[in-house]
């Protein structure tokens, strides 16, 4: 099915509670946090997308309202089509359905979203820490996150990102790396 043909399907089924844009040869389907099931499973019986690829968040807090975009990346083997479905989940409840009640291999990829950005998977079969070490505190794929390393080690550039070698100037201040604050404004009081 051609992008534009998956377009309209979700445009009969959700009418206007979905938008749809077509990037890249593949169409992007946003639906409200209460129709992702629904979304998830029409993609996967309705236009054949049993294929399940991955799942991922997208840090979205430094936008107006706040939110984690969770997206997910769905194929039909059959029809031969992408298929990104995605959804904004407001910073206030970071809580979306779990997938793994259409896509089993949605489990994994919901612990690390789960575990990187903080939403809450409702009826996730475990959702347990996948990745970081046990007693990690924190969400780090989010970009209020501070790396902590970054503040405890010199940049080990001698330019800071962002900065040409014609910005060199004798004597001149070392620039804090992108997300450290600055010296007094982070670690313990």
């Not at 979700?10 to 389907?29: D, I, M, R």
Request: aromatic letters at 8%; a negative charge; proline letters at 10%.
């Amino acid at each position: 099915m051609a992008p534009e043909e998956l377009a309209r399907a979700f445009a009969e089924w959700f009418g206007t509670g979905v938008s749809t844009e077509v990037t890249h040869g593949q169409l992007c389907a946003d639906v409200t946090p209460y129709d992702w099931i629904e979304a998830l499973t029409m993609a996967h019986d309705s236009l054949g997308c049993t294929f399940f690829d991955w799942l991922s968040g997208v840090d979205d807090l430094d936008l107006d309202p706040p939110g984690i975009s969770v997206v997910a990346h769905l194929y039909s083997p059959e029809h031969r089509h992408h298929l990104l479905v995605r959804t904004r989940v407001p910073a206030a409840d970071l809580r979306l359905p779990t997938a793994t009640t259409v896509y089993k291999g949605a489990n994994w990829h919901e612990r690390e979203t789960h575990e990187m950005f903080g939403v809450v998977f409702d009826g996730h079969p475990n959702l347990i820490p996948l990745l970081l070490p046990d007693g990690f505190e924190g969400t780090p794929l989010r970009k209020d996150f501070i790396l902590a390393s970054r503040v405890a080690k010199q940049w080990p550039g001698e330019l800071a990102p962002g900065q040409s070698l014609t910005d060199l100037k004798p004597g001149r201040k070392r620039n804090l790396p992108p997300g450290v604050p600055a010296p007094g404004e982070w670690g313990p009081g």
